[in-house]
C-alpha cells in the first residue's frame, strides 16, 4: 500500500515545481514537497532526489495544487490574470536579481520593478503557472527607506538597481535574500546557527576597478541631442543614422544599450575617459560606415565594447574590443583618451572575429562576450604596456587584459582576509586553489602553508599567476592550465592532496565532477567564494547531504562587495567530518 502511494504521489506531479515557474507563493516549495512525499512513507529516496533535482534534472514531485493545500492557501490563479492587465500589487520583498516580489489578490506571485512596502499598479506582460511578471504603471504608496539616487540614468540603465533604497535597506534584503536561498535550494534548515551578519562596504559609489561598456547605434532621440548641443563649432556627423555612441545594457531590455555620460559606480577619472571615447564618436568625420558598432543580429560592424580597468594608483588600462584589427580606425579613438588629463599606462585592441566564436548573451544582467572564443582573440598592444599592476593585501598582482581580477580593491582585502581565516592553514598544509585567476587568493595565502596548487581554465590568467609568484619572490605556488573537470586525475598523481580547498568558481557554480573529487578528496577544510548564492546552495547541498555527504557546513558569511547592485559575495566554510556527519546527532544542519 504504502508502495502505492509513493508511486501516485511521484506521477500525479509537474516538472514547473522546480525549473523556473514557482507553485508556492513565497518560492519556499522544497520542505512542503517532502511532506507531501514523506505521506507515501517514503522520505530517504525523496531525500535522494531533492539533491538531484539541483542539477536541473527532471524529478517528479508533487502538482501545484497537492502543494498549495498542504500550504493552507488557495491553489494559485494565474488564470485569473491575463497578459495585458492591469493589477493592482503591494511589494513585500526583494528576490535575486533585484526583482520586487509582489502578492496579487488571487495569491499569485508577481515580479516587477518595486520595492518593499510599495503599493503599485503594473501591467502584466507574461504569465506562467504559479506566477507573472510585470512593468510598474504608477506608485500608489511610496516604499519603505526610499532613496533619491544620484545617478540621471538609473531608472532605465542596468549597471546598478538598488540606488533609490537606502543603504541599510540594502543590506538587510540581501542577508534576507541568501538566508532564503540557503533554506530553499540548499535545504539548510538551522539558518541562524550558520549565516552571519553580512559585511558592509565602506565606500557605496566610485568604488569598481573595471567597467565594460558597449558601443551601439544611437537612438534617435540621442542623435537628435547631439546635433543640438553640437552648434556650430562642431562637425556633425555625415550619416546621423550610423552615428556610434558608448553605454550600459538596460535593465529590463538587456538587447538596448543606454548612453551613458558618467557612471555612479566608477571614479571620476574613469569618466572623464568615458566621456572622452564617446565626444571622439560624435565628432569623427571618419567613414562612419566603417567605424561602426557590431551589430549582434547581422554579426556586421567593428566596435564591440570599451573597458577601462583602473588601480590603487589612479592607473588605467583602455581595452577596445573589436571585430577586426584596424589600428588607423580607432585612432582618433586612442588619441582622444590619450589627451585626457588621466594616466594612462596601456591601451589595448583586443580582436574578437564575429563568425561564431563569440555570441552576446541578452539574458538580464547586461550584455557580456562569451563563447567557443580565447584562441581565437587576440589582443595588440597600441600604446604601452600589455598589463597593469594592482597592490592587494601587501603583494603586487600584473593583470593582463583577459585576466579576472576582483572589481573592488578594497573590500577584496576583507574577503581575502575571511577567507584566509576560514582556511586555518597549518605550515604543513597543502592547499588547492580551484578557478584561481591571476592567482590572487592562492598567492596572499602561501606564506602560511607549505604549498599552493592553483587552477584555472584560462591561460592567460594563468600566466598572470606565474608572473606574479615571481614579482613577490613566492616559491611555493603553482599554478596549472587545464579543464577543472579533470583535477582528479593530476591531485594524487602529479600532485599532493589537499588539506584545504578554496575554491571560487564562476556565476554558474561548479560541475558535479568537481564536486565528486572534493568529496573524495578528504580536505579537512572547503572555502567556497561565491557571487551567486543560488548556485553556491546548490553545490553545499550535494557536498553537505545524503549518505556520500563528507563534510558540516560550518558558516556562511556575505559580504557586501557590490553596493547598489543586486550582486552580493559570500564565503562558505564546510568541515570534513566522517560517517558522524550522516547521524542524528548532525543532521540539524541539512532540512532534508
Known sequence: MACWLFFMVLTRTHHAVFSGSTCCPDNTRTPIILKACAEANKLPQVQQLAGRRLFRRRWPFPSAERVARLRGVPALASSQVQVGDVVQLRCTKLALGARGVCRHVSGLVVFTDALPGEELTARVNKVKKGYAEATKVTTLQNPLNLADPPCPHFSVCGGCNYQNLQYHAQLLA????????????????????????????????FYRNNMQFTFSEAPSQHKESIENSSGSSMHTRPDPAKMVVIGLHKFYHPSEVVPIEACSLQHDSANTL?????????????????????????????????????????????????????????????TAVQRCNVEVLSIINTVVPPEGSM???????????????????????LFGSSTITERLCQLDFQISPESF?????????????????AAGLRPTDTVMDLFCGTGSIGLTLAKDCHHVY?????????????????????????????????????????????????????????????????????????VYVSCNPATQARDISQLCAGASARYRLKHVQPCDMFPNTAHIECVAVLEHCDASCNTDAHATTLAK
Open 405 to 421: 581580477f576582483q572589481v573592488n580593491s578594497a573590500q577584496a582585502e576583507v574577503l581575502y582576509d575571511l577567507v584566509h581565516k
Open 274 to 334: 568615458l566621456q572622452a571615447a564617446a565626444q571622439a564618436l560624435a565628432l569623427s568625420p571618419t567613414q562612419p560606415q566603417q567605424l561602426s558598432a557590431f551589430n549582434a543580429a547581422t554579426q556586421r560592424g567593428l566596435l564591440r565594447q570599451l573597458i577601462l580597468r583602473r588601480n590603487s594608483k589612479n592607473q588605467y588600462m583602455v581595452i577596445f574590443f573589436t571585430t577586426s584589427f584596424q589600428p588607423a580606425l580607432l585612432e582618433p579613438l586612442v
Open 454 to 526: 592553483g587552477f584555472e581554465s584560462t591561460a592567460s590568467s594563468v600566466a598572470d599567476a606565474r608572473r606574479n609568484a615571481n614579482v613577490n619572490g613566492i616559491s611555493n605556488a603553482t599554478f596549472v592550465h587545464g579543464d577543472l573537470t579533470k583535477v582528479a586525475a593530476m591531485m594524487g598523481q602529479q600532485y599532493p592532496s589537499p588539506d584545504v580547498i578554496v575554491t571560487d568558481p564562476a556565476r554558474s557554480g561548479m560541475s558535479l565532477e568537481l564536486i565528486k573529487y572534493m568529496l573524495q578528496s578528504g580536505a579537512r577544510t572547503i
Open 359 to 381: 555570441k552576446y548573451q541578452h539574458s538580464k544582467k547586461a550584455s557580456k562576450l562569451k563563447g567557443s572564443g580565447s584562441k581565437r582573440q587576440q589582443s595588440h598592444v
Open 174 to 205: 540581501k542577508q534576507q535574500q541568501v538566508l532564503e536561498t540557503l533554506q530553499r535550494i540548499g535545504g539548510i534548515s538551522n539558518c541562524d546557527d550558520v549565516l552571519l551578519p553580512i559585511i558592509a562596504c565602506q565606500q557605496q559609489y
